[in-house]
């Protein structure tokens, strides 16, 4: 039992993942050298990599997420992509880089989708837009004002109606995708809370002064969402998939 569980359940699958991981390495390094996959100067370029400590440092890095990520097709794909980049530039990842490795590694196929069809979905809405009230952009990140609650001073019993203080939960406002990505620091939240004074109008059927407290919560997608978005559209081949999906 223990040999069958081994060939048909751990073998298979890290079989699986990794040719997934090499199918994308090869692609980006065959792309970038302006060449087939098939090419011989491909086969040639990756013997001379495995003999580099840097390059060879990185595939070991990448390898080891892929034999332990959660999802089974996309995950290593964007692993071997991103690692392809790597290589082929002879570098360590950077900051924003590592970020995207690390969600490629905890998030499934599924949340890897759910992240790419709302990420696109909201830099549409994004695009353009100069009002902070609504979805907007600011330095490559995706600001959404989540939800808005208003007490006044001058109504006792708005004043008396409780207020969730709390960080926003992402599981319940978008899915568990986005809590995954918050804990690989490429999401976060935000409250704030800010007093409007007004005074006592007659005209305008105001009796007394009085102040306006307003608590927002915000979403925001961080700059190194945008790599990860592009490696899964990549990965998935157009952007059209989201499109008909929404």
Not at 74 to 100: C, D, H, N, Q, W
């Amino acid at each position: 039992i223990k040999e069958k569980f081994t060939s048909a359940v751990i073998e298979r699958w890290t079989r699986f993942r990794a040719e997934k991981f090499f199918e994308a390495f090869v692609e980006v390094l065959s792309e970038e050298m302006k060449d087939g996959i098939e090419s011989p100067d491909v086969d040639k370029a990756l013997e001379t990599l495995l003999k580099d400590e840097v390059k060879s440092e990185v595939l070991y890095d990448a390898y080891r997420r892929v034999c332990f990520s959660t999802s089974k097709t996309i995950g290593p794909k964007v692993i071997g992509l991103l690692t392809g980049y790597l290589v082929f530039e002879g570098r360590m990842a950077s900051e924003g880089e590592e970020r995207a490795f690390q969600a490629a590694e905890s998030l499934s196929d599924g949340e890897l989708m759910e992240f790419f069809k709302s990420y696109y979905k909201y830099s549409k809405e994004a695009k353009g837009s100069t009002d902070k009230k609504r979805i907007h952009s600011e330095y490559s990140e995706i600001i959404i004002p989540w939800n808005e609650e208003t007490r006044d001073s001058a109504w006792p019993s708005s004043m008396e109606q409780q207020i969730e203080v709390s960080p926003l939960d992402l599981n319940i406002a978008l899915g568990y995708w986005a809590v995954k990505l918050q804990d690989c620091g490429m999401m976060s939240t935000r409250m704030t809370e800010r007093s409007v004074e007004y005074k006592e109008d007659s005209d305008r059927n105001i009796d007394m002064d009085g102040v306006l407290t307003i608590y927002a919560s915000t979403i925001i997608f961080h700059s190194s969402c945008v790599e990860l978005f592009n490696l899964v559209e990549r990965s998935l081949g157009a952007v059209e998939a989201a499109e008909s999906n929404l």
